[in-house]
């Protein structure tokens, strides 16, 4: 089993940035691929952004291409996502996630087997 919590959402007006910091506990996650999904209300929960097991491989979602980054500290145990330029649209939960098996940066939520309960970012204009 993986526990993750995260970390670092807040309040932040357009423009400006947050760091998100997601903390495994339980088991490893350096073998795994690692993900960040946000959920708005009445809205489905949609991928972010995506990083392979040793950080090789990143993917993300168009909505945050060149605003966003993903990165990992497997020594930590650890996965951020750097948010800079928000925007309102960005308001909702963000959820971290560790892949059941998959190594690669998968967008696929079924890829998934564990999730953290979820950080609130609100983006004010």
């Known amino acids: 089993q993986v526990q993750l919590v995260e970390s670092g959402g807040g309040l932040v007006q357009a423009g400006g940035s947050l760091r998100l910091s997601c903390a495994a506990s339980g088991r490893t996650i350096g073998n795994v691929g690692m993900g960040w999904f946000r959920q708005a209300p009445g809205k489905e929960r949609e991928f972010v952004a995506a990083?392979?097991?040793?950080?090789?491989?990143?993917s993300y979602a168009d909505s945050v291409k060149g605003r966003f980054t993903i990165s990992r500290d497997n020594a930590k145990n650890t996965v951020y996502l750097q948010m800079n330029s928000l925007k309102p649209e960005d308001t909702a939960v963000y959820y971290c996630a560790a892949a059941a098996r998959t190594p690669v940066a998968s967008a696929y939520k079924g890829d998934y087997a564990y999730w953290g309960q979820g950080t609130q970012v609100t983006v004010s204009s």
């Open positions: 990083i392979s097991w040793r950080g090789g491989s990143t």
